[in-house]
Nanobody, 123 residues
Framework: QVQLVESGGGLVQAGGSLRLSCAAS????????MDWYRQAPGKQRELVAS???????NYADSVKGRFTISRTNAKNTVDLQMNGLKPEDTAVYLC?????????????????WGQGTQVTVSS
């Protein structure tokens, strides 16, 4: 089975920085897209940043210019560097990946999620 484990969350003052990391492990053939989502209390889960296997990136308008997503394909990891943090960035941040695995002799792609890491930005 495949697991995604996030790390790096915490409490930071407004204007500060945090770096989130996510490592995928298990019987992985390949990982296509990797993403960071966030969910604040009472709000819908939203896509923060995504990165393709080839390194193409996309960002939510609210984080453009402040957050940077990167990945290391050889290590099956994805990071999110967050600078200029604002109180409205407070949320649980979740790692997501589209992972190719072999199931009953067939190559298939499945969606996996991490358990989430809390980011709290104080004003």
């Amino acid at each position: 089975q495949v697991q995604l484990v996030e790390s790096g969350g915490g409490l930071v003052q407004a204007g500060g920085s945090l770096r989130l990391s996510c490592a995928a492990s298990g019987t992985i053939i390949s990982i296509n897209g990797m993403d960071w989502y966030r969910q604040a209390p009472g709000k819908q889960r939203e896509l923060v940043a995504s990165i393709s296997k080839g390194g193409n990136t996309n960002y939510a308008d609210s984080v453009k210019g402040r957050f940077t997503i990167s990945r290391t394909n050889a290590k099956n990891t994805v990071d999110l560097q967050m600078n200029g943090l604002k109180p409205e960035d407070t949320a649980v941040y979740l790692c997501h990946a589209e992972v190719e695995v072999v199931l009953l002799g067939t190559l298939k792609s499945y969606s996996f999620w991490g358990q989430g890491t809390q980011v709290t930005v104080s004003s």
